[in-house]
């Protein structure tokens, strides 16, 4: 359904462009003077692909409103009805797999097959969240007292506010939403406003399976619409996935609030381990995966290596072997490995990286920012292309480019001597906690980083690159508190009753 108008918010079951340009239904028409628009731009060639409104504070609390109205008839159907609107979306989101991937593609510039992968991601949390529905729930406890029943019951929340960013535009919305939605709350659901195709587009698909009006509701915006969502008291959960900025603000306000909750998902500063005997072939191929795929801009990618000085000439002749030759270009092409960057000021960002990197005593090993003029494909010069840049540098505790998040193809390689104790400290010694891995063929070794490294999400022998929908997804210290998303989401969007029944005369 995207073409040249002028898209809007989904609203109570409506399309429209929201109070605040007039309240108008928003498909079919071209052009609204009275609110602000935004576009959506191809990061590979920096064409336009649609134009969206800008919600306001308004266009917020016309989605609330929706979202509180709808909860109570919700809540009363039953999971197995609740999940039938969910198996609907299932459907659309395999159906529409091709579309969709390539849409994914366009808008944030991720290779083809990963565009596709962010989709398959997004069925697979839905599959798991509906079939949830057919699963124990709750605990049943033995009372202390004969004649009693206890057990541990699960209600909705009430209004889920979904804040979600452009690195994965289908699989996070979904992580999100799919459990909410079955647990039988409502939801509010502002998408990136890089990637407001995508949130078009699943709108549409929740549109199609027919769900109640008011029960899903999007609204287009930026910042500022995200901070009328988390700031508005009919909102009882909030997820969020993004930067730890705004993830902190955002945990501090809601956290202070009774009654509210946020679980919210950052960043981090990801790290490999890689031991004196490990395999330097899974040592390498992970090490590549994890610090390039998406062009180093997923939650889990890899800006540290930390290698053992038994194999560090080795993997380091290799990695950068690997690095000078990555091809970067047209994310469309099957043959691509990395694709552009989201915009602009992502690249600035980087670029910025780099050059602190250099001031704090780097030796830079590939530099491939500035890509050649060969190596961007014809027709893509106003693309945001970055290329893989490798350096080494001496662990010290407090170099900026060993502790902030780049985000971008930006690696350091560390050496370390000595024991796994050594390289867990380094590993440690940032403010962040999310995903990390280590390559080793040593059982010890291995057992010791799952047990002291600060992770939620910890990986051996295999590239840190992925998650598991059935496995809890989150970060520890700066990069989380709580998850938003997957199994560990459950305990965000639902309440607990501890449930007390005597079934005897006694009333003692
Ligand atoms: O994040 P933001 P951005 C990191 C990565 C990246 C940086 C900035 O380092 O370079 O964050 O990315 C909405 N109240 N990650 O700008 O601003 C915003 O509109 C409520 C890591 O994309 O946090 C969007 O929908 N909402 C991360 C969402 O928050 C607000 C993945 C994320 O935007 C808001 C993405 C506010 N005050 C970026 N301000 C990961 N977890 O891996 C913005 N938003």
């Known amino acids: 359904h995207v073409t040249e108008q002028r898209h809007g918010h989904y609203i109570g079951g409506e399309w429209t462009d929201g109070p605040s340009a007039g309240g108008r239904p928003a498909s079919g028409r071209t052009e609204s003077a009275e609110s602000d628009s935004f576009e959506s731009e191809n990061p590979a060639t920096g064409e336009t692909l649609a134009t969206f409104e800008r919600g306001t504070a308004a266009d917020v609390d016309a989605a609330l409103e929706a979202a509180t109205d709808a909860f109570e008839e919700w809540r009363a159907l039953s999971y197995i009805d609740r999940a039938e609107y969910l198996w609907e979306i299932y459907h659309e989101l395999r159906d529409r797999h091709e579309e969709l991937g390539e849409i994914v593609s366009k808008e944030c510039g991720k290779e083809i097959s990963e565009g596709k992968a962010d989709v398959t991601e997004a069925w697979h949390m839905v599959e798991w969240a509906a079939g949830n529905a057919r699963h124990p729930h709750g605990d049943v406890v033995p009372s202390e007292v004969a004649g009693k029943d206890s057990s541990m019951r699960r209600k909705p929340r009430g209004v889920v506010g979904c804040i979600t960013p452009w690195n994965f535009p289908v699989a996070i919305p979904f992580w999100h939403m799919a459990i909410a939605l079955v647990e039988g709350n409502t939801v509010v659901w502002k998408p990136a406003e890089q990637t407001p195709w995508c949130g078009q587009i699943i709108a549409e698909m929740f549109e199609d399976a027919g769900i109640p009006e008011g029960v899903f509701n999007m ?147 590939v530099d491939r920012f500035d890509l050649a003029d060969e190596e961007v494909p014809d027709g893509y010069a106003d693309g945001h292309w970055v290329g893989p840049f490798v350096y080494e540098i001496d662990y010290e505790s407090d ?110």
Request: with cysteine; hydrophobic share 40%.
């Open 219 to 365: 609204v287009q915006g930026f910042g500022d619409a995200g901070a009328a969502i988390t700031d508005d008291d009919r909102v009882d959960t909030v997820l969020f996935t993004g930067s730890a900025e705004v993830g902190h603000e955002i945990a501090g306000k809601v956290g202070g609030e009774p009654g509210k909750l946020a679980a919210c998902e950052m960043g981090g500063k990801n790290g490999i381990v890689v031991t004196g005997e490990a395999d330097l072939d899974i040592a390498v191929h992970s090490a590549v995966m994890s610090s390039f795929k998406t062009t180093g801009q997923r939650c889990v990618s890899s800006e540290r290596l930390i290698v053992h000085e038994d194999v560090y000439d080795e993997f380091k002749a290799r990695f950068v072997d690997i690095a000078e030759g990555i091809a970067v270009g047209d994310p469309l092409e099957e043959d691509t490995f990395m694709g552009p960057v989201i915009e602009a000021d992502h690249v600035e960002k980087i670029r910025g990286y780099n050059d602190l990197a250099r001031e704090e005593g780097a030796t830079v090993l």
């Open 399 to 508: 170099l900026r480019c060993l502790n902030e998040e780049c985000f971008g193809p930006h690696v350091a390689l560390i050496e370390y001597s000595g024991d796994i104790e050594n390289a867990v400290e380094i590993h440690n010694d940032t403010p962040y906690g999310l995903a990390g891995a280590i390559i080793s063929e040593d059982y010890r070794q291995i057992n010791y980083f799952r047990d002291h490294a600060d992770l939620g999400l910890a990986y051996a022998n295999l590239p840190c690159i992925g998650a598991e929908v059935q496995l809890p997804f989150g970060g520890v210290k700066k990069s989380g508190n709580g998850y938003p998303s997957a199994r560990e989401a459950i305990e965000a969007v639902t309440e607990r009753t501890a449930w007390t029944m005597n079934n005897s005369t006694d009333i003692e």
